[in-house]
Structure formats: structure tokens, C-alpha cells
């Protein structure tokens, strides 16, 4: 990659811009707000001469500047997530078929005597969906669990995939670049959260049960924001950055 003093050189005989000599030490200014990373994009992935930055925000933030605070519910427990959005890869039947733990019951702090979902106990490998029907940044996850029967039941441990059209999911890693499982609940009732080490830009969200107690019984909710930053942050990191 050709050195800075050069680039400034070509800058010259080109009649370049100023701010494009800024450019080639812009993470020394670091444009990320509220901690996030500022990290040079190399030549050869720019495929120019001046490197561009990507901004790698801390735990419920986002945007291209971090400049965003995301840790929003984005609807199962209010219902602005309609129930047609949720599915699931099976459902429980008990008491000689009359209740059904189905996919729609998930809903965080849902009461009642059937107040969840549970797969079916020959689901080898069972996942809860929810559909936001547009991309969203997607920073985290609160769990819970419930009881049949006076017993608890909830999730000890999870993994988490997203996707942007419900067939092709990427799992969210660990810092091994291992699906990462992420730690659940200890009783029924308690409510867990757990934030993403970076947001996900998202449609789908599938939650995969990796170890339960009694049974795979769940309510939660989804923590995100939408995709584009809201206006008052944008004006926010706009006066940041001329300070």
C-alpha cells in the first residue's frame, strides 16, 4: 500500500481535496461516539487509494457511528409483534390435548396457565422464530421461563441466527469464531438479558434451545431498534464531531 507521504504527494499533483488527506489517519480522530472501535478498511478490500474506517460499537449501540442507542423491546411483550410473525419448529401438547404451548404464547411476562412455548419432547433440534417483516439492528435478548404443574421449566443455555430472508441464517459467534451460547434463566420467573457484543442487522431471529430444565419452556423478548439512526441521534453526532 503506498505510504502516506506519497499519497499526499499525488494528492498535489491531482489538486485533491483536504479533507481527503484527512482521511488517511481518520481513526486517529476516532468519528466512532459512545466507545466504539474505530478500525481502518484496507486497500484491498476498498480497492482505492484511501482507506475508508467501519466503526465497531459496544453493547447496545448502533449505526455507522454508533451514534445510536439500541436496546429497544421491539414488540413480543406489548404485541406490536403480531402473532403471525412468531413460528416454531414444534409445539408441546399436554393434558390429554388441550393445552398447546405454542410459539405465540412466548411473550415475555405472558400470564396465565398455558403462558409459553415448549417444543414438542421429540424435537431433536427446536428453534423459535420471530419474522419483524423489515430489517432491524438487533442488539440482544431477555429470557424467561414458566411452570406446568407447580415445576419449572425454562432455558439454561441458547444460541441465537439471524437472517435477512428466512432461509439462509449466520449463528452469532464468540470471540473463537464458535456458534456462541449464551447463558438463560435459573427459575421460572426471572428474566435474563443478554446484549450482543456487536449489533445484527436482521429480519429473522431464531432462538435455538442448547440445554433446558424440565423442558425447553420460554417467553423473551428482542432488544434492537430500527435500522436507520433516529434523527435527534444523528443531529447529536453531528454536533459531537464539530466539537
Known amino acids: 500500500m503506498p505510504r502516506p507521504r506519497l499519497l499526499a504527494a499525488l494528492c ?3 489538486l485533491c481535496a483536504p479533507s481527503l488527506l484527512v482521511a488517511l489517519d481518520i481513526c486517529s480522530k476516532n468519528p466512532c461516539h459512545n466507545g466504539g472501535l474505530c478500525e481502518e478498511i484496507s486497500q484491498e478490500v476498498r480497492g482505492d487509494v ?5 466503526c465497531t ?5 448502533a449505526g455507522n457511528h454508533c451514534e445510536t442507542k439500541c436496546v429497544e423491546p421491539l414488540g413480543l411483550e406489548n404485541g406490536n409483534i403480531a402473532n403471525s410473525q412468531i413460528a416454531a419448529s414444534s409445539v408441546r401438547v399436554t393434558f390429554l390435548g388441550l393445552q398447546h404451548w405454542v410459539p405465540e404464547l412466548a411473550r415475555l411476562n405472558r400470564a396465565g396457565m ?3 412455548w415448549t417444543p414438542s419432547s421429540n424435537d431433536d433440534n427446536p ?3 420471530v419474522n419483524l417483516l423489515r430489517r ?3 442488539t440482544g435478548v431477555v429470557t424467561q421461563g414458566a411452570s406446568r404443574l407447580a415445576s419449572h421449566e425454562y432455558l439454561k443455555a441458547f444460541k441465537v441466527a439471524y437472517s435477512l430472508n428466512g432461509h439462509e441464517f449466520d449463528f452469532i459467534h464468540d470471540v473463537n469464531k464458535k456458534h456462541k451460547e449464551f447463558v438463560g434463566n435459573w427459575n421460572k420467573n426471572a428474566v435474563h438479558v443478554n446484549l450482543f457484543e456487536t449489533p445484527v442487522e436482521a429480519q429473522y431471529v431464531r432462538l435455538y434451545p442448547t440445554s433446558c430444565h424440565t423442558a ?3 417467553r ?3 432488544l434492537g431498534c430500527e435500522l436507520n439512526a433516529r434523527k435527534a441521534d444523528l443531529r447529536r453526532g453531528a454536533d459531537d464531531r464539530e466539537q
Open 136 to 138: 432491524m439492528w438487533v
Open 127 to 129: 428453534w423459535i422464530q
Open 114 to 116: 398455558v403462558n409459553a
Open 216 to 218: 425447553c419452556t420460554l
Open 57 to 61: 460499537c459496544l453493547k447496545g449501540y
Open 220 to 222: 423473551f423478548e428482542l
Open 50 to 54: 484511501f482507506p475508508s474506517y467501519t
Open 12 to 14: 498535489g499533483a491531482l
